[in-house]
């Protein structure tokens, strides 16, 4: 147990954090809050803010006698149906995938305009010119990810 006098000096030693608040408007009439007083700003007086905890987690509420429920074999279906959609947009994502590798490929030879003098190849024109495939085969590798995913969450 802490004594009084003990409990006392820390009340004292412990100073109250607090800091000012600025509230500054530009010549352009721009505002910024800042703790630095600056000229075109003015102190605001704010309320000091509790800094007592909250509840760490509410408390669960019982569901409803007169809630509605579904049975069993209904939310089977349900999920055997939303199985087969995810599985039907994960076969249609792929072949996209497959289908954006593919042109990412054929785009990635050089065109005769993007040869330099010497026969070099200019890599700017050409990673400029398939960025938009990248990006393509990019989002759907994100989509199979994502669906696959989804598909793990299942019961």
Known sequence: MIKPVVAMFLLVAVPLAQAEIYKCTD?????????????GCAK????PISTIPGNKAAPKTPTPAAFPRVDDSAQKARDNDRRK?????LSAEQ????????????GEIALPQERMQG???????????????RDQVQL??????AIQKEMQNLR
């Open 140 to 145: 759907h590798q994100r989509n199979v990810e």
């Open 27 to 39: 010549t352009a009439g721009h505002v910024t809050y800042s703790n630095v007083a600056s000229k």
């Open 95 to 106: 072949k996209n995938l497959e289908e954006a590798k593919k042109k990412l490929a054929e």
């Open 44 to 47: 605001m007086n704010l309320e």
């Open 119 to 133: 026969g070099a190849i200019n890599q700017a024109k050409v990673q400029e010119r398939t960025q938009p495939l």
């Open 85 to 89: 959609i995810l599985e039907q947009e």
